[in-house]
């Protein structure tokens, strides 16, 4: 097992509960990818968790990949009901099977991959050429801000990570054969407090607020 195997799933018990501490940052997520993916699509989601993202899509067809076997059990069991997802166990960079859906989709997964060239090289290999890939990431200028939260017992734990500067990130993209075909930013302030909902749903039309984003949030084609 790699160490972040193990960690997810020493925390899958406890993901869930670390969702709903932060659940304003959670509903941004789900906002952001249901913005850029319509409802009745063909989804795979990359380091699935739970399963909650993928859920909220609606797909036609769904399939939550996840490193660790507990957080896939919990995502199973959670999720029952939804017949037109299926949750497997599985890591990318050993399975050569390709995925056939519309949109490939990963929320916070990049900072936990050993590897991100070999990672992303591995994922290109895995999509039609037609596919979107939507990738999202903890903007990694505030770093510091979250590693003092976790500290303070407000946010779940990371585990082993590594936040790469958003150029050497796209670099990546760009070294394994990826377009960046859209860029954003989303949630300047990730907790609920009054006007906040105001200034997130504008804060990123300036160009120079908008790189303070909590989120940093990539669509790409091979």
């Known amino acids: 097992m790699t160490n972040s195997e193990n960690h997810f799933n020493d925390i899958a018990s406890d993901y869930d509960y670390w969702k709903n501490h932060n659940r304003y940052y959670y509903q941004n997520l789900f906002i952001l990818y249901g913005s ?12 699935c968790g739970t399963g909650d993202i993928i859920s909220s899509l609606d797909p036609r067809q769904g399939l939550g990949i996840d490193i660790s076997e507990r957080m896939i059990n919990v995502a199973r069991k959670k999720h029952a009901d939804k017949s037109s997802i299926h949750f497997v166990r599985e890591d990318i960079s050993i399975s050569k099977t390709p995925f056939d859906a519309e949109y490939i989709i990963l929320a916070d997964v990049l900072e936990h991959v050993d590897d991100l060239p070999k990672f992303l090289d591995d994922l290109s290999v895995h999509i039609k050429p037609e596919a979107k890939v939507i990738i999202s990431v903890a903007n990694p200028i505030w770093e510091p801000v979250l590693m003092l939260a976790e500290r303070m017992k407000m946010k779940m734990p990371e585990g ?63």
């Open 36 to 47: 850029l993916i319509p409802s009745g699509s063909s989804v795979v989601e990359i380091g």
């Open 160 to 222: 082993p990570h590594k936040r790469y500067s958003v150029k050497i990130t796209e670099d990546m993209f760009k070294m394994v054969g990826f377009t960046i075909i859209e860029k954003g930013f989303r949630l300047l302030i990730p907790k609920r407090l009054p006007c906040v909902d105001w200034i997130n749903k504008r804060f990123h039309n300036n160009k120079f607020i908008a790189r303070f984003g909590f989120i940093v949030y990539w669509v790409l084609r091979k």
